[in-house]
């Protein structure tokens, strides 16, 4: 079957728009601004992390057959059902969501009507979002179809006067490791726990064009996978650009929203920047509603029917609305801990998974992850200070920062294939003895 070009475009941009949430605009002007004049370092490690890891992650999946539940099965079929839910729980209600909720008060609402309060904004928002989540109609797609085009026309202007009108300084590098810092500011986009939901939904839309053997799934997933990934790497370094021309005036105290708030103030001024507010606030609730909807069937469809869509959404919201009163600098916080702890155990397990033909015993992919969260949940305790945890596992988490590849966030592998090769060889000599 001839794969067409136009098919891997419209698929290709689907599965960008997908990934390019309204979250993903406040992470690369910050690392812009804390790496300054290494800022082309710090955003090498953000693309590794996303888009890379997510493209790689539909890819698999799309190899694997293309359910959420495909990517962790070989671990334990019941594992791969629990490593999909967390991760809808935590793209959902847990940290994505939320963040929407925040980050429209934060980069709309405040700058309009500073006396609100934010739980007022959540209000409004989450009310709007339940509502839509459980009454759906085409108005919300309609509203996404020019978010997009919207918010990249006014990204391509900031970037055009930033290199029209450049910095006069741009402050010197803030970070001791700017490539590692940029790594696992990408885990915050949570991208690579969807890439397994995302797979499933570029398969359909292969299916639907006509692509109904595996292979020729696989060569135009890839296609349409570097589609993807050209367009997300693209607006990641312009934005980090224009973050790094504004260093002279904002740091790492400064939050992200904050940074992002002060980069189009600068640029564009206060016309741009309210353009910019209300294109965030609109792709926000078009994230909420969607990720929520998702959750809700996700769990609905895992209960076998005893959890009515409906229930699970208004949990859901209520859920959300709860969580994005704390404000988006301290969801990233928290979400920092979880995320370090569970993004190594996927990210080895897209990469086992692209030799998943080869690989012929299971207990493989259970010693990868068993290293790659263990290494993770030692840094997450470790980073709580003044807790019982700091002290039992400070040392152990410097430890762990010292082994290789360190210095691109990537400490945790070698121990990951190494474990797997363990428990690969154990399983080898197990099945010589029974035969």
Known sequence: ?????????ITGLALFAIFFGAGN?????????????????????????DPLFPILGVLVTIQLGGQADDLGKRVHPKFGLILAGIAILLIGPLFSVPRTGATTHEIF???????????????????????????????????????????????????ISTWIHPAKEIAANRLEQPFATGFREGYQTMDALGASLMASIVMTELKNRG??????????????????????????????????????????????????????????????????????????????????SACSNFFHQASGGRWSYQQVCLVCVSVEFLISLIGTQQIIGIASSV??????????????SFFDRKIKYNQTYTGGVIAAGLIGTIQALAAQENTIFYRLFHNMATWTYSLPLTKFGLEWLLPALVTALIFTLGAAIKDRLAS
Not at 339 to 352: Q, T
């Open 109 to 159: 609402v405040q700058n309009l009507f500073p006396m609100v309060p934010i739980w007022v904004t959540s209000l409004i928002f989450f009310g709007l979002t339940a509502y839509l989540a459980l009454n759906p109609n085409k108005v919300v797609d309609h509203i996404g179809k020019y978010l997009t085009p919207s918010i990249l026309i006014i990204i391509t202007i900031l970037v």
């Open 339 to 352: 995320l370090s702890i569970i993004y190594p155990m996927f990210m080895i397990l897209i990469i086992l």
């Open 25 to 49: 605009l406040i992470f690369p002007p910050y690392l812009g601004v804390v790496s300054g004049q290494a800022w082309w370092q710090a955003i090498g490690g953000f693309l590794t992390s």
């Open 211 to 292: 692509y109904q053997a595996g292979k020729h799934q696989i060569k135009a997933g890839s296609l349409v996978g570097l589609v993807a990934f050209i367009l997300l790497a693209l607006v990641y370094v312009a934005l980090a650009y224009v973050g790094s021309q504004i260093s002279a005036f904002y740091g790492p105290d400064n939050g992200r929203t904050e940074v992002f708030n002060g980069m189009i103030n600068l640029t564009l001024g206060h016309w741009g920047q309210l353009l910019m507010g209300i294109c965030v606030a609109l792709a926000c609730l078009t994230t909420a509603i969607g990720l929520t």
């Open 1 to 9: 079957m001839k794969i067409k070009t136009s098919d891997i475009l």
